[in-house]
Protein backbone atom coordinates (compact mmCIF):
# COMPACT_ATOMS: atom_id res chain seq x y z
CA UNK A 1 0.00 0.00 0.00
CA UNK A 2 1.42 3.50 -0.63
CA UNK A 3 1.92 5.57 2.26
CA UNK A 4 3.72 8.77 3.41
CA UNK A 5 5.22 8.70 7.23
CA UNK A 6 6.00 11.70 9.18
CA UNK A 7 6.93 11.46 12.89
CA UNK A 8 3.71 11.75 15.16
CA UNK A 9 5.38 12.29 18.04
CA UNK A 10 5.64 16.11 19.07
CA UNK A 11 9.68 16.74 18.46
CA UNK A 12 10.64 19.22 21.36
CA UNK A 13 14.23 21.23 21.05
CA UNK A 14 15.91 23.92 22.55
CA UNK A 15 16.55 27.03 20.83
CA UNK A 16 19.22 27.85 19.20
CA UNK A 17 19.73 23.89 17.87
CA UNK A 18 19.23 22.11 14.70
CA UNK A 19 15.59 20.65 14.00
CA UNK A 20 16.03 17.45 11.66
CA UNK A 21 12.36 16.23 10.78
CA UNK A 22 11.90 13.14 8.10
CA UNK A 23 9.29 12.13 5.59
CA UNK A 24 9.17 8.52 4.57
CA UNK A 25 7.28 6.99 1.59
CA UNK A 26 6.82 3.55 0.27
CA UNK A 27 5.28 2.77 -3.37
CA UNK A 28 5.51 6.20 -4.63
CA UNK A 29 8.05 8.07 -7.35
CA UNK A 30 7.27 11.59 -6.41
CA UNK A 31 8.69 14.17 -9.12
CA UNK A 32 8.66 16.69 -6.44
CA UNK A 33 8.36 17.18 -2.91
CA UNK A 34 7.48 19.93 -0.70
CA UNK A 35 7.48 20.91 2.83
CA UNK A 36 4.51 23.40 4.60
CA UNK A 37 4.50 24.39 7.69
CA UNK A 38 1.11 24.78 9.15
CA UNK A 39 0.01 26.69 12.56
CA UNK A 40 -2.81 25.85 14.82
CA UNK A 41 -6.49 26.91 12.67
CA UNK A 42 -4.38 28.05 9.76
CA UNK A 43 -4.45 27.01 6.21
CA UNK A 44 -0.36 25.19 5.41
CA UNK A 45 2.11 27.70 4.29
CA UNK A 46 4.37 26.32 1.48
CA UNK A 47 8.02 26.48 2.45
CA UNK A 48 10.44 24.34 -0.20
CA UNK A 49 10.19 22.69 -3.13
CA UNK A 50 12.69 19.65 -4.09
CA UNK A 51 12.77 17.84 -7.25
CA UNK A 52 13.40 14.22 -7.78
CA UNK A 53 16.88 14.97 -9.49
CA UNK A 54 17.87 17.43 -6.98
CA UNK A 55 19.74 16.08 -3.76
CA UNK A 56 19.72 19.21 -1.27
CA UNK A 57 17.75 23.16 -1.27
CA UNK A 58 18.30 25.32 0.54
CA UNK A 59 16.46 28.59 1.78
CA UNK A 60 17.79 30.63 4.60
CA UNK A 61 17.89 28.78 7.81
CA UNK A 62 15.86 25.67 6.11
CA UNK A 63 17.40 22.75 3.96
CA UNK A 64 15.93 19.71 2.97
CA UNK A 65 16.92 16.88 1.66
CA UNK A 66 15.86 13.81 -0.69
CA UNK A 67 16.89 10.62 -1.16
CA UNK A 68 14.74 8.81 -4.51
CA UNK A 69 16.76 5.60 -3.56
CA UNK A 70 15.99 5.49 0.45
CA UNK A 71 12.29 7.22 -0.32
CA UNK A 72 12.93 9.69 2.38
CA UNK A 73 13.29 13.34 2.79
CA UNK A 74 15.01 15.29 5.40
CA UNK A 75 13.84 19.19 6.49
CA UNK A 76 16.18 20.91 8.94
CA UNK A 77 15.86 24.22 10.66
CA UNK A 78 19.39 25.70 11.61
CA UNK A 79 19.39 27.90 14.51
CA UNK A 80 15.72 27.19 15.64
CA UNK A 81 13.68 29.86 17.47
CA UNK A 82 10.41 29.22 19.40
CA UNK A 83 8.42 31.54 16.26
CA UNK A 84 9.48 27.96 14.23
CA UNK A 85 6.98 26.38 16.58
CA UNK A 86 4.58 24.49 14.57
CA UNK A 87 3.89 21.61 12.60
CA UNK A 88 5.20 20.96 9.46
CA UNK A 89 3.81 18.63 6.60
CA UNK A 90 5.92 16.84 3.98
CA UNK A 91 3.80 16.45 0.17
CA UNK A 92 3.90 14.70 -3.02
CA UNK A 93 3.79 15.77 -6.12
CA UNK A 94 3.18 12.88 -8.61
CA UNK A 95 4.24 14.66 -11.49
CA UNK A 96 0.35 13.31 -13.03
CA UNK A 97 -1.74 15.73 -15.29
CA UNK A 98 -3.57 17.55 -12.47
CA UNK A 99 -0.31 17.92 -9.64
CA UNK A 100 -2.90 17.17 -6.60
CA UNK A 101 -0.98 16.74 -3.48
CA UNK A 102 -0.36 13.70 -1.23
CA UNK A 103 0.54 14.73 2.21
CA UNK A 104 2.13 13.10 5.64
CA UNK A 105 0.34 13.63 8.40
CA UNK A 106 2.95 16.19 10.12
CA UNK A 107 5.11 16.01 12.60
CA UNK A 108 4.50 19.03 15.51
CA UNK A 109 8.01 20.67 16.27
CA UNK A 110 8.28 22.67 19.78
CA UNK A 111 11.49 24.85 20.10
CA UNK A 112 11.86 25.80 23.80
CA UNK A 113 13.64 29.26 25.00
CA UNK B 1 -1.02 36.27 3.35
CA UNK B 2 -0.53 33.72 0.70
CA UNK B 3 -3.25 35.69 -1.58
CA UNK B 4 -6.10 32.79 -1.66
CA UNK B 5 -9.14 33.90 0.61
CA UNK B 6 -11.84 31.53 1.79
CA UNK B 7 -15.31 32.44 3.29
CA UNK B 8 -16.60 31.94 5.86
CA UNK B 9 -13.93 31.17 8.32
CA UNK B 10 -16.37 28.85 10.20
CA UNK B 11 -19.25 27.48 10.05
CA UNK B 12 -21.30 25.57 12.41
CA UNK B 13 -24.38 23.67 11.57
CA UNK B 14 -26.59 21.40 12.39
CA UNK B 15 -27.31 17.74 10.88
CA UNK B 16 -29.31 17.79 7.66
CA UNK B 17 -28.68 21.01 6.67
CA UNK B 18 -27.03 22.26 3.27
CA UNK B 19 -23.47 24.35 3.44
CA UNK B 20 -21.84 26.45 1.12
CA UNK B 21 -18.15 27.52 1.36
CA UNK B 22 -16.50 29.91 -1.10
CA UNK B 23 -12.96 30.24 -2.19
CA UNK B 24 -10.78 32.66 -4.24
CA UNK B 25 -7.48 31.81 -5.61
CA UNK B 26 -4.58 33.81 -6.62
CA UNK B 27 -6.10 36.35 -10.44
CA UNK B 28 -3.56 34.65 -12.56
CA UNK B 29 -3.64 30.70 -11.24
CA UNK B 30 -5.78 28.43 -13.30
CA UNK B 31 -5.58 25.83 -11.04
CA UNK B 32 -8.20 25.39 -8.08
CA UNK B 33 -7.83 22.55 -5.74
CA UNK B 34 -9.78 21.76 -2.41
CA UNK B 35 -9.09 19.23 -0.24
CA UNK B 36 -10.28 18.52 3.74
CA UNK B 37 -8.28 18.17 6.43
CA UNK B 38 -9.72 16.37 9.84
CA UNK B 39 -7.81 16.75 13.33
CA UNK B 40 -4.35 15.66 13.39
CA UNK B 41 -4.39 14.56 9.84
CA UNK B 42 -2.87 15.77 6.91
CA UNK B 43 -4.86 17.39 4.12
CA UNK B 44 -6.62 15.15 1.84
CA UNK B 45 -7.61 15.75 -1.93
CA UNK B 46 -11.06 16.08 -2.87
CA UNK B 47 -10.98 17.87 -6.43
CA UNK B 48 -9.55 20.65 -8.39
CA UNK B 49 -10.35 22.49 -10.94
CA UNK B 50 -8.47 24.16 -14.52
CA UNK B 51 -9.79 26.96 -15.64
CA UNK B 52 -13.99 25.98 -15.27
CA UNK B 53 -13.30 22.65 -15.96
CA UNK B 54 -13.78 20.37 -13.04
CA UNK B 55 -10.98 17.44 -14.16
CA UNK B 56 -10.71 15.02 -10.92
CA UNK B 57 -12.60 14.24 -8.03
CA UNK B 58 -11.24 12.34 -5.22
CA UNK B 59 -13.52 9.04 -3.97
CA UNK B 60 -13.80 10.76 -0.88
CA UNK B 61 -15.99 13.21 -2.72
CA UNK B 62 -20.05 11.77 -2.14
CA UNK B 63 -22.42 12.48 -4.09
CA UNK B 64 -23.66 15.28 -1.49
CA UNK B 65 -20.29 17.06 -2.54
CA UNK B 66 -20.39 19.34 -5.58
CA UNK B 67 -17.71 22.29 -6.52
CA UNK B 68 -18.17 24.44 -8.84
CA UNK B 69 -15.98 27.13 -10.38
CA UNK B 70 -18.00 29.29 -13.36
CA UNK B 71 -16.16 31.88 -14.57
CA UNK B 72 -13.04 30.23 -13.93
CA UNK B 73 -11.94 32.09 -11.50
CA UNK B 74 -13.82 31.80 -7.75
CA UNK B 75 -14.88 28.27 -6.61
CA UNK B 76 -17.64 26.90 -4.29
CA UNK B 77 -17.63 23.72 -2.47
CA UNK B 78 -21.18 22.76 -1.11
CA UNK B 79 -22.51 20.00 0.97
CA UNK B 80 -25.97 19.10 1.22
CA UNK B 81 -27.10 16.95 4.27
CA UNK B 82 -24.44 17.77 5.88
CA UNK B 83 -23.25 14.36 8.62
CA UNK B 84 -20.77 14.84 11.82
CA UNK B 85 -18.56 13.11 9.62
CA UNK B 86 -18.06 15.78 7.68
CA UNK B 87 -16.55 17.77 10.53
CA UNK B 88 -13.45 19.73 9.56
CA UNK B 89 -11.28 22.35 8.07
CA UNK B 90 -11.63 22.25 3.96
CA UNK B 91 -8.83 24.05 2.44
CA UNK B 92 -8.60 25.38 -1.00
CA UNK B 93 -5.37 26.23 -3.07
CA UNK B 94 -4.35 27.55 -6.02
CA UNK B 95 -1.44 27.07 -8.19
CA UNK B 96 0.27 28.06 -11.87
CA UNK B 97 0.13 25.99 -14.83
CA UNK B 98 3.66 24.42 -14.68
CA UNK B 99 5.80 21.96 -14.37
CA UNK B 100 6.98 22.58 -10.55
CA UNK B 101 5.00 25.56 -9.74
CA UNK B 102 3.75 25.10 -5.63
CA UNK B 103 0.37 25.42 -4.28
CA UNK B 104 -0.62 28.41 -1.95
CA UNK B 105 -3.30 27.79 0.37
CA UNK B 106 -5.98 29.90 1.80
CA UNK B 107 -6.77 30.06 5.55
CA UNK B 108 -9.17 27.22 5.55
CA UNK B 109 -13.22 27.12 6.37
CA UNK B 110 -13.91 24.81 9.69
CA UNK B 111 -17.00 23.01 9.23
CA UNK B 112 -18.61 21.75 12.62
CA UNK B 113 -21.34 19.50 12.14
CA UNK B 114 -23.98 18.89 15.16
Known amino acids: SQKIEQNSEALNIQEGKTATLTCNYT??????LQWYRQDPGRGPVFLLLIRENEKEKRKERLKVTFDTTLKQSLFHITASQPADSATYLCALDLGNAGNMLTFGGGTRLMVKP | DTGVSQDPRHKITKRGQNVTFRCDPI?????LYWYRQTLGQGPEFLTY????????KSRLLSDRFSAERPKGSFSTLEIQRTEQGDSAMYLC????????????FGPGTRLLVL
Open chain 2, 93 to 104: ASRATGASETQY
Open chain 2, 27 to 31: SEHNR
Open chain 1, 27 to 32: NYSPAY
Open chain 2, 49 to 56: FQNEAQLE
